[in-house]
């Protein structure tokens, strides 16, 4: 049997080094998303009632909004089958610190909620905190914040905005009167109704053609999914998938303002 010798130039074996490292590199660097062969695990979610941020409030209606994609992006990598648990930002926010749910998102950092919360390692996104009036109302100016002096000013309880208000109040010396609410939707109704005179928010939450109108800046946070405290599982897992979509686009998020807050 006559032998056949392949004689191959070094660079053409060269060139077929340099393809599979790369092949490699490339093969390396692609996110793995879960399959139908992963296990799903059932992750309970605390769903209030935000514009841009969390719509769709029942299992009937279709979800949207900036968590909305960022779980299901989060879920694509960790294999998460999402149950979603309605209710205001009070209500979700203390089944959260009872462990009824697993995870809640938007939820702004303090060192006392590190006690009882889980944070992973990267914030969801950052957020304005403005003190805003109906544009129509003329006895509130935003060139003179005086005229905030003795007004009804509605916010949210067990929020952090509300600490970042009652701290301008402190610094600023214009004395307002806190009104408590326990959902964003009550807080904006009474505005509305001219129950309140004016209402701190998220700048991310008011549209430019809201009818709202700010008036001075209070504070900003960075917020956060978290999580329960005894789901230590899932922070891991949580922390895994947030690494991987910063690997593949480390400006997902600022695709997710832009889409949802500045259109």
Known sequence: MRKVII????????????????????????PVYATDTVSKKKVR????????????????????????????NISSYTGWEYEYAYGGWTDVYNALLNGDIDVLAGVSYTDERAEVINYP?????????YIYKLANNEEISSSDISTLENKRVGT??????????????????????????????????????GDIDAFIAVNNNVEVNSGFSPVVKVGESEYYLAVAKNRTDLLE???????????????????????????
């Open 45 to 72: 979610v605390g769903w209030y009632n935000s514009d841009h941020f969390q719509e769709g409030f029942s299992d009937e209606e279709i979800k949207h909004g900036y968590s909305y994609d960022y779980l299901q």
């Open 156 to 193: 949210l309880r067990n929020n952090l905005m509300t600490e970042y208000f009652e701290k301008w109040i402190a610094e600023s010396g214009v004395r307002c009167i806190e009104v408590f609410y326990d959902d964003f939707q009550a807080r904006d109704n009474a505005l509305l109704n």
């Open 7 to 30: 004689v191959m130039s070094k660079s053409f074996i060269s060139k077929v080094i340099i393809f599979l490292l790369m092949f490699s590199v490339v093969f390396r660097s692609m």
């Open 121 to 129: 390692s990267i914030e969801m996104g950052t957020e304005a905190y």
């Open 237 to 263: 897992e949580l922390n895994f998938a947030i690494g991987k979509i910063n690997e593949s686009n480390p400006y997902y998020t600022d695709s997710l303002q832009l889409k949802y807050f500045m259109s």
